[in-house]
Nanobody, 121 residues
């Protein structure tokens, strides 16, 4: 069992910044990929940014140039630096991790409980 603990959400004005953090813990052999998703009311959950074990990153077009994802493998932590926030960024942000279990060596995918980001004047 793996748990993902998220922090950093909050209320900011347009143009502001937030920094989200997610740390994975539990029976982990390796983490292949960590990512951030978000879901606004009435909308599907969408990928915001992802960081793979190979060091590659992917971003949604809507956040390119504004958000930066980074990863600390030793701490099993992924960060999302969000700059120039817009009202459309308002959503619940979820951490996601694709892991190989330490006991079974099977692959599992886990979600955090989410952290609210609200961008409003």
């Amino acid at each position: 069992q793996v748990q993902l603990v998220e922090s950093g959400g909050g209320l900011v004005q347009p143009g502001g910044t937030l920094r989200l953090s997610c740390t994975a813990s539990g029976s982990i052999f390796s983490i292949n990929r960590m990512a951030w998703y978000r879901q606004a009311p009435g909308k599907q959950r969408e990928l915001v940014a992802a960081f793979t074990s190979a060091g590659s990153t992917n971003y949604a077009d809507s956040v390119k140039g504004r958000f930066t994802i980074s990863r600390d493998n030793a701490k099993n932590t992924v960060l999302l630096q969000m700059n120039s926030l817009k009202p459309d960024d308002t959503a619940v942000y979820y951490c996601n991790a694709d892991v190989e279990g330490a006991v079974t060596h099977k692959r599992y995918n886990y979600w955090g409980q989410g952290t609210q980001v609200t961008v409003s004047s």
